[in-house]
Structure formats: structure tokens, C-alpha cells
T-cell receptor, first 112, second 114 residues
Framework: QKEVEQNSGPLSVPEGAIASLNCTYSDRVSQSFFWYRQYSGKSPELIMSIYSNGDKEDGRFTAQLNKASQYVSLLIRDSQPSDSATYLCAVKTAEYGNKLVFGAGTILRVKS | GAGVSQSPSNKVTEKGKDVELRCDPISGHTALYWYRQSLGQGLEFLIYFQGNSAPDKSGLPSDRFSAERTGGSVSTLTIQRTQQEDSAVYLC????????????FGPGTRLTVL
């Protein structure tokens, strides 16, 4: 089992809809969770971090963390074509020190 | 301020040649990371430097790969006797310190081994 798993997609949503991206991880003692956005041919950029169970909102983005179920999700409200990108889930876990373990990413396509 | 910079942006080499990739982290960032991203894949950790501590080399795929960081700033990733499977985008990231969670990525070096 991979440490961090994501559905590769593509996930297609119409403009204005809510996009829901999911990620599961295997290490129960993982501490920190991140969502990076990566446009084609560009480097990843951090959009959300979450450390505690529950929801964390930042503008149109909401990160949700459930440590008991070992999943973290990202909701994008009012999706825009400019949100079309690959979304990478990353986990920092005690076993791996300060390294981030990345999932393979989910491709999101927002259709206008 | 200036972000993480990497050079070259693109490198095409022949199988068996050595290559050097350079990373210049954000000024004041003590932690520096190298990752590799193959086409359509996530990021694969390679090596991590923190200050003057011994680097964490646990992600280096073979002894053909090595990296150094001089003066706690600029880092060079060296790949000896390149193979076609080394073709990927090599990304460097830096963070303020070991406890800092936010890693800032450079634009990457796209390596193509013919």
C-alpha cells in the first residue's frame, strides 16, 4: 500500500460547482497535511495546510481532516476554469522525519 | 523577495554522461529538499539538508546520485553515468527550518537523457 493515495482522475466538474478531492494515508501518526496545486509544466504551490481534525476554510477552499479514518480532503467551491490543475496531497509523518510524502495527484478539470 | 531558483531549466544529455543541477534556496531558509517528478507522477523525495547536519539521503535511488550543499546555501545535485530512466523534472524546495511546514518550490530542471 502506498503511503499517500489519491485518485488520479481526471475529475471533471462544471464551472461553479463544488470539486471534491480526496486523499488517504497509511501512517496513523502522521502530523501535518498539505494540499499543493500544480499547473501543467509548473512547480507545486501550497494552497492549504491542516493539522487538526475538522475543517479549515480559506476563501473558496476547505480542507477536511479525519485522522481516525486517515483521510484528508479538499473542497473547492464555485470552481473556476483557472482551478484546472493537478492537486497533490502531501503528508508529513514522524516515520519520515521532516520529509513530505506526496500522493501522485488528482487532475481536476473545470469546464466552462 | 526572490524565490527558489534552479538552473538549468532544461538539460538534454546523452546516456552515460554526468550532469549537475543547481538550486539556490530562499535567503535565510535553512532546510533544502530535492525531489524528482516523472511524467504524470507525484513527487519522489531524494535528499534533505538541514543546516550543518548530515543530510538525509534516504531517497537517493542509486549511488550514481549525490548532492552537496555549500555554505548552507546553494545545493548541487549530481547524477553520474546518466540513464534514460533518470529523465524527469528535478525540483528543489526550501523552508525556513526543520519545524517549518511550508516548502517553497523552485521552477525545476527538466532532464532528458537520450
Amino acid at each position: 500500500q502506498k503511503e499517500v493515495e489519491q485518485n488520479s482522475g481526471p475529475l471533471s466538474v462544471p464551472e461553479g460547482a463544488i470539486a471534491s478531492l480526496n486523499c488517504t494515508y497509511s501512517d496513523r501518526v502522521s502530523q501535518s497535511f498539505f494540499w499543493y496545486r500544480q499547473y501543467s509544466g509548473k512547480s507545486p504551490e501550497l494552497i492549504m495546510s491542516i493539522y487538526s481534525n475538522g475543517d479549515k476554510e480559506d476563501g473558496r477552499f476547505t480542507a477536511q481532516l479525519n485522522k481516525a479514518s486517515q483521510y484528508v480532503s479538499l473542497l473547492i467551491r464555485d470552481s473556476q476554469p483557472s482551478d484546472s490543475a493537478t492537486y497533490l496531497c502531501a503528508v508529513k509523518t514522524a516515520e519520515y522525519g521532516n520529509k513530505l510524502v506526496f500522493g501522485a495527484g488528482t487532475i481536476l478539470r473545470v469546464k466552462s | 523577495g526572490a524565490g527558489v531558483s534552479q538552473s538549468p531549466s532544461n538539460k538534454v544529455t546523452e546516456k552515460g554522461k554526468d550532469v549537475e543541477l543547481r538550486c539556490d534556496p530562499i535567503s535565510g531558509h535553512t532546510a533544502l529538499y530535492w525531489y524528482r517528478q516523472s511524467l504524470g507522477q507525484g513527487l519522489e523525495f531524494l535528499i534533505y539538508f538541514q543546516g550543518n547536519s548530515a543530510p538525509d539521503k534516504s531517497g537517493l535511488p542509486s549511488d550514481r546520485f549525490s548532492a552537496e550543499r555549500t555554505g548552507g546555501s546553494v545545493s548541487t545535485l549530481t547524477i553520474q553515468r546518466t540513464q534514460q530512466e533518470d529523465s524527469a523534472v528535478y525540483l528543489c524546495a526550501s523552508s525556513l527550518g526543520p519545524a517549518a511546514d511550508t516548502q517553497y518550490f523552485g521552477p525545476g530542471t527538466r532532464l532528458t537523457v537520450l
